[in-house]
């Protein structure tokens, strides 16, 4: 019979084997994964120099999972960030290429760049002072003193136009951050704040431009639907105003403001809608109603009362309520005189009015205008 003592003898003496053979494994693994990452990196750059900019991205993802602490690798996949317009997905990976080596000159400019366009201008300038400071070749230097410079230029610029801003000089306000964002072209605050003199002027198309950019440029910003969209409803757009506060209440829908006027915007578009199908129906009596239903709903916007009431015009003429189309189409052409649409509803209800020399005068009108815009 076998002892204990002997096979536990002979066990321990394969313990040795054992350890080697398992070190030999991990230095396998770790050897394995270190030349996939320099794979990774070796093909990310071949395709970031042929321009194939999402097969490269693929690679750099690989050798950043395959080694996080690998800063050359975020490096290069914020270079394709940068390539591809990506400019808010390269931002962390220079980030963590600071993180992980602090003395990384060319990662530091490009984050200082990134953020003056974004407006960071603190941070910015944190950045191009550290690049001063940590013996930088003769280009760093000079590109983070050129940038430096300009981001001081660019903090006494927004201070000014703050103070026209809140001294109600809109016009040089405007002008003010004009140059402010052509630097910072990704400064939501500036953009806003430029919307808003817009809107002060009246410049309702300048402000829209503001707004859309500012709603693309930070993910949850409600107001800045919110904005598009009462603007849209004052100018008498229904149904792209409905859009914009639809997407506000995509990101927030207990959004007091954007659920208040949706509940307007969709109640007015429907009754639109609604007095539109009547009329495709030949039902004109009922559109009448309807648009009168409309102007009740919201009285005090001046383009849905002229819309309404430009509407009530056609149906009555088409529903043979001759004088009282003349009546309205003339009410019409009083805020707007050269309304084609009225012109030419005014001059059948005329005819169907027996008032022909009326009809005639407004047709010579009509032609005037057609050839005046022909020309």
Known sequence: MV?????????????????????????GVKCGRE??????????????????????????????????K?????YRRATVYLAMGKSKSALPDLSRVIELKPD??????????????????????????????????????????????????????????????????????????????????????SREMRAECFIQMGEMGKAISDLKAAS???????????????????????????????????????HKQCYSHYKQVKKLNKQIQSAEELIQEQRYEDAVSKYEAVMKTEPNVHYFSLLAKERICHALAQGQHASKAISVCSEVLESNPQNVNVLKDR???????????????????????????FC
């Open 347 to 373: 001059a059948e209800a005329y005819v169907q009015d027996e008032q022909y020399e009326e009809g005639k005068a407004v047709i010579q009108i009509l032609f005037f205008y057609s050839v005046e815009s």
């Open 216 to 254: 693309k440029l930070k993910s949850d910003n409600t107001q800045a639907f919110y904005k598009l969209s009462t603007i849209y409803y004052n100018l008498g757009d229904h149904e792209m105003s409905l859009n914009e506060v639809r997407e506000c209440l995509k990101l927030d829908p207990d």
């Open 3 to 27: 002892s204990i003592e002997h096979v536990a003898h002979k066990i321990l003496t394969y313990v040795p084997y054992v350890l080697v053979l398992i070190d030999m494994r991990y230095e």
């Open 104 to 189: 990384f000159t060319s990662a530091r400019i490009q984050r200082g760049n990134l953020l003056l366009k974004q407006g960071r201008l603190d941070e910015a300038e944190s950045d191009f002072k550290k690049v001063l400071k940590s013996n930088p070749s003769d280009k760093e230097e000079r590109e983070a003193q050129s940038q430096l410079i300009k981001s001081d230029e660019i903090q006494r610029l927004v201070a000014q136009a703050r103070s026209s801003f809140n001294s109600k000089d809109y016009g040089t306000a405007a002008a003010e951050l004009d140059t402010v964002i052509e630097t910072c072209v990704w400064d939501v605050t």
């Open 35 to 68: 030349a996939s990452v320099d794979n990774h990196m070796e093909m990310g750059k071949k395709l970031l120099a042929a321009g194939q900019l999402a097969d490269a991205l693929s690679h750099f993802h690989a050798a950043v999972d395959g080694d996080p």
């Open 70 to 74: 690998n800063y050359i690798a975020f």
